[in-house]
């Protein structure tokens, strides 16, 4: 088991930047993000692997976002960069304990934060 604390969400005008940040109880394999909008399912953003060499992103984000961890703290985080109001959501961090983590990356990680909101105002 594995417990996952999102941070870093806020209010932030189109253009801006934000990061929000993760940590989890304990070591994980694949740690990732993902979005939700009330009322549509929640979306997959981006995921990465424990050393940090290999990362997936949605093509709505790629060159805006940029997800990054540190290990010895159990820490993910994302960066968001041009932010869009398209942006705004619920921000989820997700990890997986398997080494085979890549298959569910973006669809059934085993762990779930509560979410952070994140608004984009244009």
């Known amino acids: 088991q594995v417990q996952l604390v999102e941070s870093g969400g806020g209010w932030v005008q189109a253009g801006d930047s934000v990061r929000v940040s993760c940590v989890a109880s304990?070591?994980?394999?694949?740690m990732g993000w993902f979005r939700q909008v009330p009322g549509k399912e929640r979306d997959f953003v981006a995921a990465?692997?424990?050393?940090?060499?290999?990362?997936y992103y949605t093509d709505a984000v790629k060159g805006r976002f940029t997800i990054s961890r540190d290990s010895a703290k159990n820490t993910v985080y994302l960066q968001m960069n041009s932010l869009k109001p398209e942006d705004t959501a619920v921000y989820y961090c997700?990890?997986?304990?398997?080494?085979?983590?890549?298959?569910?990356?973006?669809?059934?990680?085993?762990?779930w934060g509560k979410g952070t909101l994140v608004t984009v105002s244009s």
């Open positions: 990465i692997s424990m050393s940090g060499g290999t990362t």
């Open positions: 997700a990890a997986d304990l398997r080494e085979t983590w890549y298959l569910f990356a973006l669809d059934g990680m085993e762990y």
């Open positions: 304990g070591r994980t394999y694949g």
